[in-house]
């Protein structure tokens, strides 16, 4: 048994067999083959090994003619590797034996021996642990060929495990056939654990190493609570996890009690708890959990799996769907395009390649340079606005000339539709992101010119910090109990307060338990959360005071390190709602 500690993403547990995908995508089945089809395992393994010899040796001539001999030798000594009979004895050796599929076996003894070399811990022998691990993808290409499976179409119930996913693979899981998943890169705040919680599949990311430990079909738990993948669990770790499985329910269940009722503090103060979307199917999720609303619709999702931009008809289509299923009066709050960095790439995606996506070309900058796409997305939110409570929200806004130039655009847009006679809501609310630094330092410029701010810590943590959020190797790093960030929400929602307009947080903090005491007592009386995480926040919320909140916050103020404010927020929420901080 192994236990890999990572960060949970989405929260539950899963118990169930591995399937491992390596970075190509091949789904490496443990499948025994009957006795009689032995012999074709063993003549698919030898047509296998001669093949992917022909490709090492069209390689080695191939750098040999445009780099030179010594680059070709890389190749020459993946053929000796190939070509060497005991590879083949070993292969044929768990096919007789063990009655293995030839595509087991062979990623079974690949990455036995690439485990043992990585093992040594020596240049030298990690960079052969790599030629090991490229041999194998190598031989299952040619092994599987056009038997390669879809993840899509799964018959057996599922954990996958993977280096990393994502947010478009991620968004392709079916949560009925994958239970979990775990990744060895990937960070708290990525579109790939947002996609994992509006999925509600269970998930663990930044786990690091661990794909080459485990072959498909070996057991595995995955804890989203805790952030824990357990490999070849024993007796007793199953038999635990299945009562803590099932313990998990249980309170789920009680926590589903919450729904009709308000979230409210025990002193009386009302919250407005909204709903994350991703997907307008997501809509009933925010209904089926109580929300009041929807706090933030990432539309980008509307470009995922299409090879041209969406029409004005697809985003309203999508956006009347949302409307339909909260009816009229709940808000809907409706972000325009946030493509870039992390997020997918399309054919919109005019961005050449750049050095530093994620301080580069992307969302609004993306949109005010693309004016059509821009214009085509508020004519369908306009539209759309005729049907309900819907508002318009501007990402990644970082100056008060880039929020000028978005409501000017807006403003023609709507003198077009006055033109064409269309109907839509005149008095549309227009909002801002605040999660780039800049615009949190100017909150108080900026909100003389929107209807209401929405905190996007993800991102505001991020740049606050220097922090990749979607980067494990600096996830001690990024952190939103950190004084910086703690500091900049203080001023953004005293900018809201002084200028009377609303102040959501809509980043995944909002919805972290440990963090609900903390953001209530800074001032904040909109949290939007993904939905899954409703019922708990709301639980929060009716067990404690306004009192409470603000002396916690106060509290958490005076504390001089990220790591000092999370424990002591941890210990406030574990005196409120144990079950909560496990
Ligand atoms: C954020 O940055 O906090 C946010 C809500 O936006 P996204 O996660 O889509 O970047
Ligand atoms: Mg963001």
Redesign the pocket.
Known sequence: MEIKQGTPVSPGVAIGPALVLDTEWFRIPQRYVEPDRVHEELERVNQALAAAAREAKENQQAVSDKLGKQYGAIFGAHIQLIEDPSLAAEIEKQILEEGFAAEYAVSRIMRAHAKALESIQHGYFAARAADLFDIEKCLLRNLLGHRREQIQHLKQAVVVLAHDLTPSETAVLDPKMVHAFATEAGGR?S?TA?MAGALEIPAVVGLGKFVTDVSGGDMVIVDGHRGLLILDPDKEMLERYEKTRSSFRIFEDRLGELRELPAVTRDGTNIQLLG?IEFPAEATHCLDRGAAGVG?Y?T?FLYLGKTSDPTEADHLDAYLTVLRTLGKCKPVVI?TL?LGAD?FSTSAEVVEHERNPFLGLRSIRLCLRNLTLFKTQMRAILRASAFGDVRIMF?MVSTLLELRQAKMILAEVKEDLDEEGIAYNPKLPVGT?I?VPSAAIMADQLAREVNFF???????V?YTLAADRTNETVASLYNPADPAVLRLIDMVVGAARKHGIEVNL???MSGEPIYTMLLLGMGLRQLSVTPHNIPEIKKIIRSVSMEEATHVAEEARRLETARDVNNYLREQTRRILPEVVG
């Not at 929405?454 to 505001?460: A, E, F, H, Q, V």
């Open positions: 705040a579109h947002i994350n933030l990432r980008e972000r946030d997020k990402p992101m999660e929405s905190i996007g810590t993800n991102d505001l991020q809509c980043g995944e």
